[in-house]
């Protein structure tokens, strides 16, 4: 059962190269919210989307901090 993850977790999605230019970043911080067939289903709170991938990095130990999400969207 060690392949199961577990749900709400933070996670770095890469981002491909053909999506990014030479200064951006090369992975995306996420909240894992399920399996797909494709692959991890991931939300990112910061641009409001849910993404499938296969590339992700697991940070169980890691938590969300939703205040800062909050002020970020009181300040646009």
């Known amino acids: 059962m060690q392949h199961l993850k ?3 977790s933070i996670t ?3 981002v491909p190269k053909v ?4 200064l951006d970043d090369k992975a995306v ?3 894992f919210i399920g399996y797909k067939h494709e692959g991890y ?3 990112n709170p ?5 993404i499938v991938t296969r ?3 697991f940070a169980e130990d890691e938590e969300w901090q939703w205040n800062a999400v909050a002020e ?3 300040k646009k």
Not at 19 to 22: D, E, L
Not at 46 to 50: D, S
């Open 19 to 22: 999506a990014r230019s030479k």
């Open 55 to 57: 590339d992700v990095t």
């Open 6 to 8: 577990v749900f709400r």
């Open 12 to 14: 770095y999605a890469h």
């Open 46 to 50: 910061m641009k409001n989307k849910v």
């Open 41 to 43: 289903k991931l939300f």
């Open 72 to 74: 970020m969207d009181s």
């Open 29 to 31: 911080k996420t909240i």
